[in-house]
């Protein structure tokens, strides 16, 4: 089950960042613990970082940086317009596939 739901996650992690942008600003360490306390333990970090590099180049965050305590300045990743736009496109996407999977499990019971 573990290699199945990797294979899952790809195609979805980036609409689940994305998701968890539009609640709140957040960096990537921060990112990475809320995705742990919703349930995603197994996510490594470096996973969510190259997440970010990929929405930052799609252009779907605003970034700000942050001063930091512990070191050199934190970046803050946002959701932006088009980035709302994406995330609406991806829960449909989602709405869609769950429907028809539901589907597809209600004809086998």
């Given at each position: 089950m573990a290699k199945q739901m990797t294979e899952m996650l790809k195609g979805t992690l980036e609409g689940i960042v994305l998701?968890?942008?539009a609640g709140s600003p957040a960096y990537g360490y921060?990112?990475?613990a809320r995705l742990r306390d919703k349930g995603f333990t197994d996510i490594a970090e470096g996973t969510i970082y190259a997440i970010l590099v990929r929405i930052e180049q799609k252009a779907?965050?605003?970034?700000e940086k942050l001063p930091s305590e512990k070191g050199p300045p934190r970046k803050v990743y946002a959701l932006n317009p088009d980035g709302e736009r994406y995330l609406?496109?991806?829960w449909n996407t989602w709405s869609f596939l769950s429907e028809r999977l539901e589907q597809l499990r209600d004809e086998r019971s």
């Open positions: 998701a968890l942008l921060e990112i990475t779907l965050v605003s970034i609406a496109e991806f």
